[in-house]
């Protein structure tokens, strides 16, 4: 749309805030215009404002109001869509009632008098006028399909919540052994259902060691099952032995199905071997942590 002059609204718009840095939207009464600005009552107040496009509303109609920091206003449009077209239901006192998509509209009328049934397009300006009847109203073309969705490769750190070993007295130990009297595990809660979805493809995943020590036979880490720990003894779903690295070691990528969104598993632990010990969380709050490569 372009103004008298001939220059688009949106050129005119964008040279008027240039240099201003704060824009609060608001919704106001349109009051009164002139040839250049106009008048709006917004939170209590009546204050001047200019037009940010060419549409004139109605005295009393709502209106959105762009406000700037240094007291600059714009009057945007109105806050509800308008029609573009109705059906005739009646013509009385010159005026014509028309059906429309968002009910009932009353206008004047341009031209010979409109009958029943006869369908009229609108020109909202300083109100609605209903500007002739339309020789053909052409079915409106089918709405788009919904937008692809789109994916991304995502690389997250997931923090152990809790950890510790279990032996036949308990939770004896905060450190995570693997040996042959302790299971250990670090627990995580929800956190990787909750961010990975069921249908994410998982690329990578990784383990962080933070290792005390190590002694004999190389640990099988495993899957398992609990956000938090068990009162007994845990249980393990698939396992597999690794040396013990410090830093991140690499864990079976499959593992990444277990831990996502519905696959059963909510995090790894140690199902014996060897005597090989990793800090705690209070030692190190990285230990046992998992960093996932997925793609969602």
Not at 165 to 181: E, F, I, L, P
Not at 190 to 215: C, M, Q, R
Not at 224 to 243: C, D, E, I, N
């Amino acid at each position: 749309m372009t103004n008298q002059a001939g220059i688009p609204d949106v050129d005119v718009l964008l040279k008027a805030i240039d240099g201003k840095t704060k824009l609060t939207p608001l919704v106001g009464t349109f009051v009164a215009s002139s040839m250049t600005d106009c008048t709006v009552d917004v939170g209590g107040g009546r204050i001047p404002a200019r037009f940010g496009s060419g549409y004139l509303p109605e005295v009393n109609e709502p209106v959105n109001v762009w406000t700037f920091d240094d007291g600059t206003a714009f009057v945007m449009g109105p806050t509800v869509t308008k029609p573009a077209k109705g059906t005739v239901k009646s013509v009385a006192s010159s005026l014509v009632t028309l059906a429309t998509d968002f009910g009932d509209v009353v206008a004047p009328y341009i031209g010979s008098t409109p009958a029943a049934g006869q369908i009229m397009a609108l020109r909202w300006h300083g109100g609605p006028v209903a500007i002739g009847v339309l020789s053909t109203t052409p079915a409106p073309p089918p709405a788009p399909d919904d937008p692809a969705p789109t994916t991304s490769r995502h690389v997250t750190v997931f923090t152990a919540r809790d950890a510790g070993s279990w032996n036949r007295y308990g939770w004896q130990q905060a450190q995570v052994w693997a040996s042959d009297s302790y299971y250990g595990a670090w627990f995580y809660g929800s956190k990787l259902a909750d961010t990975l979805p069921s249908n994410a493809t998982i690329t990578g995943v990784e383990i962080y060691l933070s290792i005390v020590s190590t002694f004999g036979n190389r640990p099988n880490f495993a899957l398992h099952g609990y956000q938090s720990k068990p009162s007994g003894q845990p249980s393990y779903g698939a396992q597999t032995t690794l040396a013990p690295t410090a830093g991140w070691v690499s864990l079976p990528t499959s593992w990444g199905n277990a831990l996502r969104k519905g696959g059963g598993s909510f995090g790894v632990g140690v199902n014996h071997g060897g005597k090989n010990i990793f800090r705690s969380l209070a030692q190190d709050g990285m230990s046992g942590a998992l960093r996932i490569t997925a793609t969602y």
